[in-house]
């Protein structure tokens, strides 16, 4: 007769078992706050918000609440019509041909103006974080730069370009290109030398520890201003548009503006905002699609 290993011996009482564990079986992470009380999770409402989909929640509420005292007369619907309104505005624009034209001119204006600024920002920022004399070069000049508002310098933008798309591309060029040099030069200088080191005494060479130390330790920071880097693209675009063109979702809008048709403006404002988040989000979707595990630090 084979004893049972849970029975103490000399005594009838058998041990209680202990649940067997299994390799499948998540651990179970239990926090605590001061005082010993155990920290609950994110509540299920607070889950369905921060969800891709529940951030537009706050979006329609505000929305909703506009179309209530625009309806009810509490908002003064001259200056803000009710959203309904402007979306029946939007799908008038969308059936007559005069949305997608303009949204498809300023999409382009914004993708060449981005990679304008960014392709360069990332290679300056590396070289000024990485080669102390482009540093001391650099750095005063882009000091100075930064600081002036990049629409004052549309007039020069187009005295040398003249009309047309070129300077609204150059001028959101050099609106992303600030966060792009930026970003990369601290999230170079932000590495660990001691690995960087460690590297050159395994006889690694430049190229070697440019691409596989350097580079893959700042991509966090680098990425963060290619996000910031496409909204402005976005901004400075819009505001070329206002300014100097007669195409483009930017120009549409000054030009509805200027003939007081209210409903058309919030429509294509609205564009406007769609595309920003747009953008944002298809950069968020690639962030984590090839660097995910860069989330957390460039939120």
Same mark, same amino acid.
């Given at each position: 007769?084979? +004893?049972? @290993?849970?029975?103490?011996?000399?005594?009838?009482?058998?041990?209680?078992?202990?649940?067997?564990?299994?390799?499948?079986?998540?651990?179970?992470?239990?926090?605590?706050?001061?005082?010993?009380?155990?920290?609950?999770?994110?509540?299920?409402?607070?889950?369905?918000?921060?969800?891709?989909?529940?951030? %537009?929640?706050?979006?329609?509420? #505000?929305?909703?609440?506009?179309?209530?005292?625009?309806? &009810?007369?509490?908002?003064?619907?001259?200056?803000?019509? +009710? @959203?309904?309104?402007?979306?029946?505005?939007?799908?008038?624009?969308?059936?007559?041909?005069?949305?997608?034209?303009?949204?498809? /001119? &300023?999409?382009?204006?914004?993708?060449?103006?981005? %990679?304008?600024?960014?392709? @360069?920002?990332?290679?300056?920022?590396?070289?000024?974080?990485? %080669?102390?004399?482009?540093?001391?070069?650099?750095?005063?000049?882009?000091?100075?730069?930064?600081?002036?508002?990049?629409?004052?310098?549309?007039?020069?933008?187009? #005295?040398?370009?003249?009309?047309?798309?070129?300077?609204?591309?150059?001028?959101?060029?050099?609106? &992303?290109?600030?966060?792009?040099? /930026?970003?990369?030069?601290?999230?170079?200088?932000?590495?660990?030398?001691?690995?960087?080191?460690?590297?050159?005494?395994?006889?690694?060479?430049?190229?070697?520890?440019?691409?596989?130390?350097?580079?893959?330790?700042?991509? @966090?920071?680098?990425?963060?201003?290619?996000?910031?880097?496409?909204? %402005?693209?976005?901004?400075?675009?819009?505001?070329?548009?206002?300014?100097?063109?007669?195409?483009?979702?930017?120009?549409?809008?000054?030009?509805?503006?200027?003939?007081?048709?209210?409903?058309?403006?919030?429509?294509?404002? +609205?564009?406007?905002?769609?595309?920003?988040?747009?953008?944002?989000?298809?950069?968020?979707?690639?962030?984590?699609?090839?660097?995910?595990?860069?989330?957390?630090?460039?939120?």
């Amino acid at each position: 007769m084979t +004893a049972d @290993p849970h029975t103490t011996p000399g005594s009838s009482a058998t041990t209680p078992r202990l649940p067997e564990r299994t390799t499948d079986a998540e651990p179970v992470v239990v926090e605590y706050r001061s005082g010993g009380r155990v920290a609950r999770g994110p509540s299920r409402a607070f889950r369905i918000i921060s969800s891709p989909l529940g951030t %537009l929640i706050p979006v329609l509420g #505000v929305l909703l609440l506009w179309e209530i005292g625009s309806r &009810s007369g509490i908002i003064d619907d001259t200056f803000f019509p +009710a @959203p309904s309104d402007s979306l029946a505005a939007l799908f008038t624009l969308s059936s007559n041909g005069d949305l997608w034209p303009n949204i498809g /001119v &300023s999409i382009r204006r914004i993708t060449l103006g981005f %990679l304008l600024g960014v392709i @360069p920002g990332i290679a300056v920022g590396i070289a000024m974080a990485r %080669l102390k004399w482009a540093r001391v070069i650099l750095d005063p000049l882009i000091a100075v730069a930064y600081p002036i508002p990049v629409v004052a310098i549309l007039p020069m933008l187009l #005295v040398i370009f003249g009309i047309g798309s070129t300077p609204i591309i150059v001028l959101a060029g050099i609106i &992303s290109f600030f966060p792009a040099v /930026v970003n990369s030069m601290a999230g170079v200088r932000q590495g660990d030398e001691r690995l960087i080191l460690m590297a050159q005494n395994m006889g690694a060479d430049r190229r070697q520890v440019l691409l596989r130390i350097v580079l893959p330790g700042a991509l @966090p920071s680098i990425f963060a201003g290619i996000r910031l880097a496409a909204g %402005l693209a976005l901004l400075g675009v819009i505001a070329g548009e206002f300014l100097a063109a007669s195409d483009g979702i930017g120009s549409l809008t000054w030009r509805y503006w200027q003939i007081y048709q209210i409903d058309n403006m919030y429509a294509t404002l +609205a564009v406007i905002a769609a595309m920003g988040f747009l953008l944002t989000t298809a950069l968020l979707r690639v962030q984590r699609r090839f660097f995910g595990w860069t989330e957390g630090t460039t939120r």
